[in-house]
């Protein structure tokens, strides 16, 4: 029986885009070139996972995977459906690791270093392909950019879907080169399934399909529509009660914003990991692109041709839909991180090897050849590395967040008294409530009328205003005059966010209460009022 060679890269990946016959030179080997992005993600995005507080977004989180399978899709058939894969798959981790800041966070700090040793995997198939002299490392160095990213950091300490939607377009682009190269009906099927499961943790994140049929047809691979489209169109077919039922409930991003220049230099800033280093990631992504356009492959498959529609395309088409109708959020275009990671590892491994053939490598021997192609990236990687060493600290802070609701929820604890009653205003604060939920059990919810896993929404119905007008007397009576009211509101309300009869029966009932303290914690405002019997003041005074 014989046996024909496997090249470790993949099928097809020495043929497709190989460039000039080459000395052989000690390449690193496939599996080590995966693995430690891999080991740095997890250790990078490990180090105090459970330190920031959970925000309001984590907070649905907690209370969507708290109730049963039933209950959970009672919610999604009225809000929230875009997000329930991954809140059925949460209930699992909640029911077999808890409800910890560090267990809520696991499953995306494992999809992160998932995603890390895929760029690194593709980082090394794409290298071949565009012929770069080192793919090994520039899969090396392509994991480990995408690692250390500060915004990689953050997503892999959140407990949200936004890591795992990025391994899965990882995964999706590897398989399609796979697919690419070797034609098979099961690479085609896996590529498929790859992009249903990117779809379910992002419908957003869809627009890859679009990026990598711009690769398709730019790199002339016209024959392969069909089979890509046939696995897109079944991706999508398994997908289609999502997509309704996300169309339909689409009044939830009501709360987007048009966004202007600011975001865009946001978007910059976190892709680079600061404001200083986009510069240097800005010129390292264009030797990367530099480094694929190669006299004569420019319509081959290489790291611009796959990178480059992954990270411009998504982002470019929903700010031009948001000129339209706003929809655009950082964080639904992060699953493009991987392909900057991409450009910038092959313009550093081009970079060495430019300055290893120049005359510097000629005049100093001991230079020569791959160790002074292996010592340039390092020493640009060192400067990059140090350039994060703030950032970094920084993601892993509360105020890395929008929201500290563990610090609201210490305040609460520390000053509430038996009896106490709280008004949310408006009442979708109330999620202010589910990630730290203890204090404010032994609160009054005046305003509440049915409570959120029996209504089916992520923060219950609030009663009519002209019920509440009848609750707090009544309330009031069976306290005397020691009820207090907590209220609890956001420091920067949503600019578009309506002021109902209930929030506004609320601001009246408080409105003869004396104001006994404040407290702003991050964005969030609580105020505590008490019976006021010398005279009015309103609140906001």
């Not at 690193?28 to 959970?54: D, F």
């Not at 005059?481 to 506004?504: C, E, I, K, S, Y």
């Amino acid at each position: 029986m014989s046996h024909q060679a496997v090249d470790p890269a993949g099928p097809g990946a020495a043929v497709v885009g190989a460039g000039p016959p080459r000395p052989a030179r000690r390449q690193l080997p496939g599996w080590l070139v995966v693995i430690i992005p891999a080991l740095a993600a997890l250790a990078a995005g490990g180090y105090r996972i459970g330190g920031p507080s959970l925000w309001r977004d984590e907070a649905y989180t907690l209370g969507t995977a708290q109730r049963s399978f039933g209950q959970i899709f009672d919610l999604l058939l009225h809000v929230d459906a875009v997000h329930g894969p991954y809140y059925l798959g949460m209930h699992v981790v909640v029911a077999m690791a808890g409800t910890s800041e560090a267990a809520l966070r696991l499953p995306s700090l494992l999809a992160t270093g998932l995603a890390a040793g895929i760029t690194a995997a593709l980082g090394r198939r794409l290298g071949r392909m565009t012929g770069l002299p080192a793919p090994g490392l520039t899969g090396l160095l392509a994991g480990l950019l995408y690692a250390v990213t500060p915004q990689t950091t953050f997503y892999a300490q959140d407990a949200r879907p936004y890591g795992l939607v990025t391994a899965c377009a990882a995964a999706a682009t590897y398989l399609l080169l796979v697919a690419l190269a070797d034609g098979g009906k099961r690479w085609w099927a896996g590529y498929g399934a790859a992009i249903a499961l990117t779809g379910m943790a992002s419908l957003f994140a869809l627009l890859l399909v679009a990026a990598h049929a711009v690769t398709l047809l730019v790199t002339g691979h016209r024959g392969r529509l069909r089979p890509f489209l046939a696995a897109a169109a079944a991706a999508v077919a398994v997908l289609a009660p999502l997509i309704v039922l996300g169309y339909q409930q689409d009044r939830a991003l009501g709360w987007v914003s048009a966004p202007g220049l600011r975001a865009l230099g946001s978007l910059f800033e976190h892709a680079a990991g600061s404001r200083q280093l986009i510069p240097l990631v800005a010129v390292l992504a264009t030797c990367g692109v530099v480094a694929s356009l190669r006299p004569g492959r420019r319509r081959e498959l290489s790291v611009a041709t796959v990178a480059l529609p992954w990270l411009v395309l998504p982002p470019l088409v929903l700010l031009g839909v948001s000129l339209i109708r706003p929809v655009y959020v950082e964080r639904y275009v992060i699953f493009g991180q991987p392909a900057l990671a991409l450009l910038c590892a092959a313009g550093l491994t081009w970079l060495g090897s430019l300055i290893a053939g120049s005359a510097l490598g000629t005049r100093i021997p001991a230079l020569a050849g791959p160790v002074l192609s292996w010592t340039v990236p390092a020493v640009i990687v060192m400067v990059w590395a140090a350039g994060l060493i703030g950032p970094q600290q920084a993601v892993r802070r509360s105020s890395a967040r929008p929201d500290n609701l563990r610090a609201v929820s210490a305040v609460v604890a520390a000053n509430e008294r038996p009896g106490d009653a709280v008004f949310f205003i408006p009442s979708e604060t109330r999620v202010v409530s589910l990630g730290y939920p203890a204090p404010f059990r032994e609160l009054r919810d005046l305003a509440l009328g049915e409570s959120s896993v029996a209504s089916g929404t992520l923060t219950g119905i609030p009663v009519p205003a002209q019920e509440l007008a009848t609750r707090f007397p009544a309330w009031q009576r069976g306290v005397g005059r020691d009820g207090r009211v907590w209220v609890v509101r956001w420091r920067n309300p949503p600019p578009r966010a309506p002021v109902t009869g209930l929030d506004r029966e609320e601001l009246a009932l408080t409105g003869g209460m004396r104001l006994v303290r404040r407290w702003t914690v991050q964005s969030v405002v609580l105020s505590l009022y008490q019976p006021d019997r010398a005279g009015r003041l309103r609140l906001g005074a």
